[in-house]
């Protein structure tokens, strides 16, 4: 069955106003979305900002009377704007009926990293049988290897001698970075997430990849047992990488080595400098407007 959608373009200030009369119109659902490509890439704790020019979508049942619909809205938007030349432009239009998950799944393609490392989707054929070949079902979890920051992760592993080493993917999502340290050669890998839908992905990506469960266990952070691994890979945040810094550093033995990422550039040299108290950092490596930072335990 088709959908109808109507869009508006508006301000921060309007854009709640204007999903209250979407939805008095007799909408199933309100977006929000940027309309000029303007980034928010962390906000402050308990915040939910809006772009500068934010488009609000309302999605209507096919049976929906749209004329009857514009005609309200446009009558009601008047109660918001005194001025007539500052009323925002509705548009209409109709939304084809697709299967959106095999839309999704039909624009993720296997990708390489490194000289012999693949990530494939579970519904594709591997492209190089004899390469080491991760297979992934992201599912609602984090982590496919499209981001910038999860490229930066895998090429960094698909470099590494990781033959025989305990490994910890904090903030594993997917478990695309802690089965990769796995099929590149790790012994055992720890997953630690604050998601039970990231714990659930991952435990059920081991499976898809014929690995035993008992070599990545999972863990909510509170729950992590008292241990030190040659390798810990964390692709989060800033803010919560600030924070964490003590407790991964207490995670990692003697000469280990730490992978961050989920950083900008400009974000680099604070959370580098921090570090710095307990490992030797590295220089960074960047990609888009993301980096990598890498360092080795004192």
């Known amino acids: 069955m088709p959908w109808l959608q109507i869009k508006v373009q508006t301000s921060p200030d309007h854009a709640e106003q204007y999903e209250d009369?979407?939805?008095?119109?007799?909408?199933?659902?309100?977006?929000?979305?940027?309309?000029?490509?303007?980034p928010i890439f962390e906000p402050d704790l308990g915040t939910t900002p809006l772009w500068n020019n934010t488009t609000v979508t309302g999605l209507f049942a096919a049976e929906h009377d749209l004329e009857e619909t514009m005609g309200l809205l446009l009558v009601a938007q008047k109660r918001l704007f005194s001025d007539s030349t500052a009323y925002p432009h509705f548009r209409s239009e109709i939304l084809e009926d697709k299967d959106w998950e095999r839309e999704w799944m039909s624009h993720y393609h296997?990708?390489?990293?490194?000289?012999?490392?693949?990530?494939?989707?579970?519904?594709?054929?591997?492209?190089?049988?004899?390469?080491?070949?991760?297979?992934?079902?992201?599912?609602?979890?984090f982590g496919t290897g499209t981001h910038p920051t999860t490229a930066l992760c895998l090429e960094w592993l698909a470099?590494?001698?990781?033959?025989?080493?305990?490994?910890?993917?904090?903030?594993?999502?997917?478990?695309?970075?802690?089965?990769?340290?796995?099929?590149?050669?790790?012994?055992?890998v720890v997953g630690v997430d604050i998601d039970p839908q990231a714990l659930q992905a991952t435990q059920d990506n081991l499976v898809r990849n014929q690995l035993s469960t008992d070599r990545l266990p999972v863990y909510f952070p509170e729950a992590v047992p008292e241990l030190q691994v040659d390798t810990l890979v964390a692709n989060?945040?800033?803010?919560?990488?600030?924070?964490?810094?003590?407790?991964?550093?207490?995670?990692?033995?003697?000469?280990?080595?730490?992978?961050?990422?989920?950083?900008?550039?400009?974000?680099?040299?604070?959370?580098?400098?921090?570090?710095?108290?307990?490992?030797?950092?590295?220089?960074?490596?960047?990609?888009?407007?993301?980096?990598?930072?890498?360092?080795?335990?004192?």
């Open 159 to 188: 470099g590494q001698r990781l033959e025989g080493e305990q490994v910890i993917d904090y903030g594993c999502g997917s478990g695309i970075l802690g089965i990769a340290a796995l099929l590149l050669g790790a012994q055992t």
């Open 21 to 38: 009369l979407l939805l008095a119109a007799g909408c199933a659902a309100v977006t929000y979305q940027d309309s000029e490509d303007q």
């Open 110 to 141: 296997p990708m390489q990293f490194g000289e012999n490392f693949w990530v494939c989707p579970s519904w594709c054929d591997v492209p190089d049988a004899a390469a080491v070949n991760l297979m992934l079902d992201p599912g609602l979890a």
């Open 236 to 298: 989060i945040l800033a803010g919560p990488l600030k924070q964490l810094a003590p407790t991964l550093a207490a995670l990692i033995r003697p000469g280990g080595k730490l992978l961050l990422s989920g950083l900008l550039h400009s974000q680099g040299e604070e959370v580098s400098n921090h570090y710095s108290q307990w490992f030797e950092m590295e220089p960074a490596a960047s990609k888009e407007e993301w980096i990598r930072l890498t360092g080795t335990r004192r």
